[in-house]
């Protein structure tokens, strides 16, 4: 059972690059994420997804695109990279049918822009 | 906007003591809160989920509780582990959120258990 799996595992870009960060999840969740999370600190959701064909935004999205053409796919597109990008990237997913409401989380994606 | 914090930011124990970390939140209007634990490297993994109707989860030697009313939140560890060292965080899901459900989460609790 791979859950949430997320690639690449690491990355180095150039400022003003683009890179997209590849999500996949196999337990047919409705529900997808993208959280960064900086040194020290806590997670902050970038995008959301309730559904395919359906996104938007979280608390920090600016520098960030989504698409969900797929249930079981959520990539992340960031374009003209920025140092301030340098993060952890993680991607998650639940399911609203029954009552289960556990969120999973891939292992996530580091990010270096330099 | 809802604010999550937890105290203390980093703890030593030696083995076999028990401990508690502490969550606290400003928003008492929620929905749930959940509890992961964060090993270095990885993602988060799921420890405990307590509906806001409930005061309390048990497993195993985890016991978190929730008093919803003063937005406090804590979570147990018995006759601690070294295995156990890993960085906690807990995150609340608000009542008044529809779509996305999003969680605020603290900083975390980075735990050190000595052998």
């Known amino acids: 059972n791979a859950g949430v799996t997320q690639t690449p595992k690491f990355r180095i870009l150039k400022i003003g690059q683009s890179m997209t960060l590849q999500c996949a999840q196999d337990?047919?969740?409705?529900?997808m994420y993208w959280y960064r999370q900086d040194p020290g600190m806590g997670l902050k959701l970038i995008y959301y997804?309730?559904?395919?064909?359906?996104?938007d935004k979280g608390e920090v999205p600016n520098g960030y695109n989504v698409s969900r053409s797929t249930t079981e796919d959520f990539p992340l597109r960031l374009e003209l990279a920025a140092p301030s990008q340098t993060s952890v990237y993680f991607c998650?997913?639940?399911?609203?049918?029954?009552?289960?409401?556990?969120?999973?989380f891939g292992e996530g994606s580091w990010l270096t822009v330099v | 906007k809802q604010e999550v914090t937890q105290i203390p930011a980093a703890l030593s124990v030696p083995e076999g003591e028990n401990l508690v970390l502490n969550c606290s939140f400003t928003?008492?209007?929620?929905?749930?809160l959940q509890w992961f634990r964060q090993d270095p490297g990885k993602g988060l993994t799921s420890l405990l989920l307590?509906?806001?109707?409930?005061r309390e989860q048990t497993s195993g030697r985890l016991n978190a509780s929730l008093d919803k009313s003063s937005g406090r939140s804590t979570l147990y560890i018995a006759a601690s582990q070294p295995g156990d060292s890993a960085t906690y965080l807990c995150?609340?899901?608000?009542?008044?959120?529809?779509?996305?459900?999003?969680?605020?989460f603290g900083e975390g609790t980075q735990l050190t258990v000595n052998p």
């Open positions: 995150a609340v899901r608000g009542s008044g959120e529809t779509s996305g459900s999003r969680l605020t």
């Open positions: 307590i509906q806001s109707s409930q």
């Open positions: 337990m047919n969740h409705n529900y």
């Open positions: 997804s309730v559904g395919a064909g359906i996104t």
């Open positions: 998650a997913s639940r399911t609203t049918v029954g009552t289960g409401n556990t969120i999973y």
């Open positions: 928003d008492s209007a929620i929905y749930n």
